[in-house]
């Protein structure tokens, strides 16, 4: 069963950057397409950066230019790198298969206020 171990999160000022990693275990890492989804309070959650296994990545058009996803094979982790934070940016976020969602991990807090 795939295991996922979001970090480093927390409060930042608008403008201000963080940088997202999760730990992925019970799954071939290497073999799979990975995301970064979010969820504000009152919302569906949402995709917001997708890496192929080649490394290709697509961002949702709101975090387009501000927002990097990218992956280490040799330490299944894939981060988020986060630029330009906005108060719409504040979510949960989580990490996990980009096309099969079998469980989810606890997320990890963002706040974005001054």
């Known amino acids: 069963q795939v295991q996922l171990v979001e970090s480093g999160g927390g409060l930042v000022q608008p403008g201000g950057s963080l940088r997202l990693s999760c730990a992925v275990s019970?799954?071939?890492?290497?073999?799979?397409?990975m995301a970064w989804f979010r969820q504000a309070p009152g919302k569906q959650r949402e995709l917001v950066a997708t890496i192929t296994i080649s490394g290709s990545t697509n961002y949702a058009d709101s975090v387009k230019g501000r927002f990097t996803i990218s992956r280490d094979n040799a330490k299944n982790t894939v981060y988020l790198q986060m630029n330009s934070l906005k108060p719409e940016d504040t979510a949960v976020y989580y990490c996990n298969r980009r096309w099969t969602q079998t469980s989810w991990g606890q997320g990890t807090q963002i706040t974005v206020s001054s």
């Open positions: 019970g799954i071939i890492f290497r073999i799979n397409d």
